[in-house]
């Protein structure tokens, strides 16, 4: 199985960004975590802070593989590009938040993208990522 996890705006840095809020592992790290738990499954990953670039990802990765994992961070709230571009793929997408949005400022409350995916896990730290895989394998 082929997964590819897209990161969006802000989430290069988490570890140091808001530590309270996401925690002290360093995406780069949890991944190679990741990487190491779930070696039958081929797993990449992208940052970008850009609405565009994940707009074109989306599209490119869209025959590639069999699941999309999504943080679309600060997008999640406001993107009608991504979310467009999720309702026009075929692939499924999960997306992924690692703070509770729902526990949080109320303009989080309001998710752009969250009802034209599969399903959306939120505020399990970093293993909100590895929860999202394992939906794809059980
Ligand atoms: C986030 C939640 C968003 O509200 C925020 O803008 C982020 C991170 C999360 O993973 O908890 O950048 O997507």
């Known amino acids: 199985m082929r997964l590819i996890i897209i990161n ?52 490119d990765i869209e025959n590639q593989v069999d699941g999309i994992i999504l943080n679309a961070g600060a997008y999640s709230h406001t993107s009608v590009a991504i979310r467009d571009a999720i309702s026009a793929i075929s692939v499924p997408v999960v997306m992924v938040h690692i703070s509770n949005v729902y526990a949080r400022e109320s303009f989080r409350n309001n998710n752009m993208i969250a009802p034209v995916c599969k399903g959306i896990i939120t505020g399990f730290g970093v293993k909100s990522y590895k929860i999202a895989i394992q939906s794809f394998v059980d």
């Open 8 to 59: 969006g705006p802000n989430l290069h840095n988490i570890g140091k960004r808001e530590p309270e809020v996401y925690g002290n592992i360093s995406l780069d790290d949890y991944f190679n975590n990741l990487k190491t738990f779930f070696h039958n499954m081929d797993l990449s990953f992208v940052n970008s802070h850009f609405e565009s670039e994940i707009v074109s990802v989306l599209y």
